[in-house]
T-cell receptor, first 113, second 116 residues
Framework: DQQVKQNSPSLSVQEGRISILNCDYT??????FLWYKKYPAEGPTFLIS?????DKNEDGRFTVFLNKSAKHLSLHIVPSQPGDSAGYFCAAVPTGTASKLTFGTGTRLQVTL | EPEVTQTPSHQVTQMGQEVILRCVPI?????FYWYRQILGQKVEFLVSFYNNEISEKSEIFDDQFSVERPDGSNFTLKIRSTKLEDSAMYFC??????????????FGNGTRLTVT
């Protein structure tokens, strides 16, 4: 089941620069997308979300972009900070099934000094 | 900030044994979930629970699995006869409403289940 894919298992970025994490999906029934941050040995923590009626949502240093025609979303973190080093998971929700999240495999972000 | 709490943090059990994983969701939340993550794989949905009944379950959630809300605060996942492939991190989650659109899912820190 590869409905939500994060093709980069890891990403390294210098402190202060932009981190761009990518996510692709195949199911056109998905209409709501979320990003979760996860530290080892902890549960996922909600970061930011976007509805399919929008193409951008911003919250402080975090911006999520959605390209519906390409079935692609990305999370931008700017400026990146060492505390951002964690796993980042995108998740999608299909229309009419508001409860069930389908997660990607995650990208481990390392922000270096 | 209120949080979802899970106990134990790590459970080791022998194959064929029953195991119960416990969760205390956030107090004003009404919708409850179990997800799991096998090492190196993605987080997978198991089951959702509302109003004392299962509202949705995945193909992973077979007859060996059951969920219960035995009182007003606890939410449990039972695996009747554990298999080696049940070894995973199990996450409990809850939300205030049934929709992701205005009520993000809050996860606990998980129980690492190791079946030997």
């Amino acid at each position: 089941d590869q409905q939500v894919k994060q093709n980069s298992p890891s990403l390294s970025v210098q402190e202060g620069r932009i981190s761009i994490l990518n996510c692709d999906y195949t199911n056109s029934m998905f209409d709501y997308f979320l990003w979760y941050k996860k530290y080892p040995a902890e549960g996922p923590t909600f970061l930011i979300s976007i509805s399919s009626i929008k193409d951008k949502n911003e919250d402080g240093r975090f911006t999520v972009f959605l390209n519906k025609s390409a079935k692609h979303l990305s999370l931008h973190i700017v400026p990146s900070q060492p505390g951002d080093s964690a796993g980042y998971f995108c998740a999608a929700v299909p229309t009419g099934t508001a409860s069930k999240l389908t997660f990607g495999t995650g990208t481990r972000l390392q922000v270096t000094l | 900030e209120p949080e979802v709490t899970q106990t134990p943090s790590h459970q080791v059990t022998q194959m064929g044994q029953e195991v119960i994983l416990r969760c205390v969701p956030i107090s004003n939340h009404l919708y409850f979930y179990w997800y799991r993550q096998i090492l190196g794989q993605k987080v997978e949905f198991l089951v959702s629970f509302y109003n004392n009944e299962i509202s949705e379950k995945s193909e992973i959630f077979d007859d060996q699995f059951s969920v219960e809300r035995p009182d007003g605060s606890n939410f449990t996942l039972k695996i009747r006869s554990t298999k080696l492939e049940d070894s995973a991190m199990y996450f409990c989650a809850s939300r205030r409403t049934g929709s992701s659109y205005n009520s993000p899912l809050h996860f606990g820190n998980g129980t690492r289940l190791t079946v030997t």
